[in-house]
């Protein structure tokens, strides 16, 4: 089975609480990696979508400037898109050890979308409260 774009905004539709499609308010959607391949076919659907406010998040002002501008991923392939809006795209790196930026984000959000590239690995630690393994982020200094 094929997954495409098309069926993620289908099935985040259907999944939507009755309560968000009883009103005339947006459904607030985080997209986490906005800049990334999948995650701006995402973040652009939404934003065509009516009904839709998502809320895309990148890890680096170079990258927000680059989406907002339209040169990097498929907004610089297709003249016609729609344009994003400023306040559509915020800095927020999931990998930090402090969780209050993406905790703030995700007030008040429908739904999440994670459309990040990074992955998660055990530590070889073990969480002495639930037992199970520890998970970080290799690839990010914890200095």
């Known amino acids: 089975m094929k997954i495409t774009t098309s069926s993620i905004i289908f099935l985040l539709t ?14 607030r959607v985080l997209v986490t990696g906005a800049a990334g391949q999948t995650g701006q076919h995402i973040f652009r659907k ?70 990040t590239s990074a992955k998660p690995a055990p530590t070889g630690e073990i969480n002495e409260e639930t037992k199970r393994p520890s998970l970080a982020f290799p690839m990010v200094s914890r200095n």
């Open 14 to 27: 259907a999944c939507s609480s009755a309560s968000a499609l009883a009103t005339d308010t947006p459904r």
């Open 46 to 115: 939404l934003l065509a979508k009516p009904g839709y406010a998502p809320i895309g998040t990148v890890r680096s002002e170079e990258s927000r400037q680059a989406l907002l501008a339209g040169t990097a991923g498929i907004g610089a392939a297709d003249k016609d898109a729609t344009p994003i809006p400023a306040e559509s795209v915020v800095i927020c790196d999931i990998t930090n050890a402090d969780t209050s930026a993406i905790d703030e984000l995700m007030n008040d959000c429908d739904a999440l979308m994670i459309c």
